[in-house]
């Protein structure tokens, strides 16, 4: 009968020392990360931000168009430094833009736009208006919308004028 109340007593011990134990844990959960927002809760929307983006180009305004791009491998010093010299050596400048088209996926984003510009001509060397179209690819950074890249998609080489033939 000793022995019962010694492992009685044993298992009391036990359960005690694993309830005590259990009881100093507290069982911490991290805080919940808020849910992100809605893509039409973000503003400026795509279209906007590729507007203001052209809008700084426009004017030549290199530290305002630095706010509404991802430029992860320059810093803006940098960046504004690569434009001042990319529009001098190039004679360009945006004479006016339209928006054409927008398409949001979910974390990215297109903006298609047509674009008039006046720039040397890298055949003649002549100053020429150009007339194209090209799409802004944004993405989602922190909840903001940021051009990444912009290719050209039409009239994006030069062509030469057409030469009229008389007979």
Do not use: H
């Not at 011990?13 to 694993?18: A, F, G, K, N, R």
């Not at 004679?91 to 298609?112: F, G, H």
């Not at 922190?142 to 062509?159: F, Q």
């Amino acid at each position: 009968m000793r022995n019962t109340s010694v492992y009685t007593a044993l298992i009391l011990l036990i359960v005690i020392t694993t309830a005590l134990a259990s009881c100093g844990k507290k069982n911490v959960e991290p805080a919940p990360e808020p849910p992100p927002k809605a893509r039409e809760d973000i503003d400026p929307s795509p279209s906007k931000v590729v507007e203001e983006f052209l809008s700084a180009l426009k004017s030549a305004d290199y530290e305002k168009a630095y706010k509404y791009v991802y430029a992860p491998y320059t810093d803006k010093d940098g960046y504004i430094s690569q434009m001042k010299a990319t529009i001098s050596d190039n004679d360009v400048s945006i004479l006016s833009y339209k928006l054409l088209a927008t398409q949001i996926y979910d974390r990215t984003s297109t903006v298609v736009v047509e674009l008039s510009t006046r720039r040397k001509s890298l055949k003649t060397g002549q100053i020429r208006d150009f007339t194209s179209r090209s799409v802004y690819d944004l993405g989602l950074f922190e909840d903001k919308w940021l051009v990444t890249t912009d290719r050209c998609i039409k009239n994006c080489s030069e062509t030469e004028p057409g030469i009229e033939i008389k007979e």
